[in-house]
């Protein structure tokens, strides 16, 4: 089994960050267009990428320990299978946090390129929804 992660400080208490991570459809942060079906453990939220759009399915969505993780249940952009993404979202005092942002999957190919992208993919969407929250760049 693969595995990328990252951590990013959000200048914002773990509640403010929680209530943009808990939000499957990313609607108070992200600038991709996303349909969701459904809501909490079991919703679909398409992301309509333009070169194709990618279902994911939430798998945990636990408001107490503050995570949500999700797979990829179709249109999948890499040549990965079982991929579970889960964000974490860990307070550090009053007024900052940081999400945790980890990824796992299997694949037939060199797990290292995978990494990098998959670690990049993450870093960069985990910096939007910073920038979307405390403004900092």
């Not at 999400?99 to 990049?120: C, F, G, I, Y």
Request: charged letters at 25%; one cysteine or more; proline letters at 5%.
């Amino acid at each position: 089994m693969s595995s990328a992660s990252w951590t990013e400080p959000i200048a914002r208490s773990a509640d403010d960050v929680w209530a943009a991570v808990r939000d499957f459809g990313c609607s108070s942060w992200s600038s991709v267009d996303i349909t969701v079906e459904g809501d909490g453990h079991g919703a679909i939220r398409t992301v309509h990428m333009p070169n194709g759009d990618v279902a994911e399915r939430c798998e945990r969505l636990d408001d107490e320990a503050k995570v949500l993780s999700y797979s990829i249940v179709s249109g999948n952009p890499f040549p990965i299978t079982d991929y579970l993404a889960t964000m974490t979202v860990r307070p550090v005092d009053a007024d900052s946090s940081e999400l945790v942002w980890s990824a796992t999957w299997q694949t037939d190919e060199d797990p290292a390129p995978l990494e990098a992208n998959l670690t990049r993919f993450i870093r960069g969407t985990a910096r939007v929804l910073r920038r979307a929250l405390d403004g900092t760049d």
